[in-house]
């Protein structure tokens, strides 16, 4: 079975979208992930339709039902996990997206108004995710962002199969700075370094400008990736550690 994505939304006619082209669009072709979207309107049961109410306790805007989401949701239970959008959610990050890519696909939940009853998250099995710290005025496009994140992962998507692995964040650094030809352009010339064909030096090269870059522009991920290297790892004590 390949990765599956089922996608619940009311605007179903934005998947795949931007997935049908490039990498996405050619794996989607050639069967190595699939797209099945739901439209939430139609687990309404009202004769209205209505997908939204107002906010309890007053304030602007409309908030997702949830008794038409559970229903639409259960609609697909299985054993793929659940991900609604939101920005009160977990930060998405390349460690959640590669675990993802490594199971049998995802059901993403995307919000639309101000958000969803919270109640559908203490009724079901659901995990918040965010794409960052902003506002979007939908779902949609975080569901966008976090499948395009795992597809490129699946077996055969990229081009080179080894080509995720020195990325950003995936050594918990940014990567080191990328050059091509034309050797020198606007009189700047790419580091002698690269051209050197001495792969220990080019190695040692990037990985000190990952770090530098890495220190410089991110201090979050750095100080992380600091603590990681002077603390043992997965809460391992050291020996001469006291209580
Ligand atoms: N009132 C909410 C925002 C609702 S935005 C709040 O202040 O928290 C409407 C929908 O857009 C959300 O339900 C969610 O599905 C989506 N969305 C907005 N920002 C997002 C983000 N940063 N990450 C993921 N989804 C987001």
Do not use: N
């Not at 939908?138 to 020195?166: Q, Y």
């Not at 051209?195 to 220990?200: E, F, L, N, Q």
């Amino acid at each position: 079975m390949s990765f599956t994505a089922t996608v619940l939304t009311l605007y179903p006619e934005m998947f795949p979208g931007p997935l049908g082209t490039s990498l996405a669009g050619r794996a989607l072709r050639e069967g190595r992930w699939s797209l099945e979207t739901v439209q939430i309107r139609d687990f309404a049961t009202d004769k209205h339709r209505s997908v939204d109410d107002t906010p309890a306790g007053g304030g602007a805007g409309m908030v997702m039902r949830a008794d038409v989401l559970a229903a639409a949701l259960d609609s697909v239970a299985d054993d793929r996990p659940v991900i609604a959008m939101s920005p009160r959610g977990r930060p998405l990050d390349q460690q959640r997206v590669r675990a993802l890519a490594q199971g049998p696909g995802v059901t993403v939940l995307c919000g639309r108004f101000e958000g969803y009853d919270e109640r559908l998250f203490e009724a079901r099995d659901i995990e918040l995710v965010s794409i960052g710290d902003y506002v979007l005025s939908g779902g949609e496009m975080g569901a966008l962002v976090l499948l395009d994140a795992c597809i490129r992962l699946l077996p055969g998507v990229m081009g080179a199969a080894s080509s995720g692995d020195d990325e950003s964040f995936e050594t918990g650094l940014l990567e080191y700075p990328q050059y091509t030809r034309p050797v020198t352009w606007e009189g700047r010339t790419i580091p002698e370094v690269l051209r050197s064909g001495d792969h220990a030096k080019i190695a040692a090269w990037r990985k000190h400008r990952a770090e530098v870059d890495t220190r410089l522009r991110r201090p979050d991920l750095w100080e992380r990736h600091e603590g990681a290297r002077v603390r043992p790892p997965s809460g391992a004590r050291r020996h001469d550690e006291e209580d």
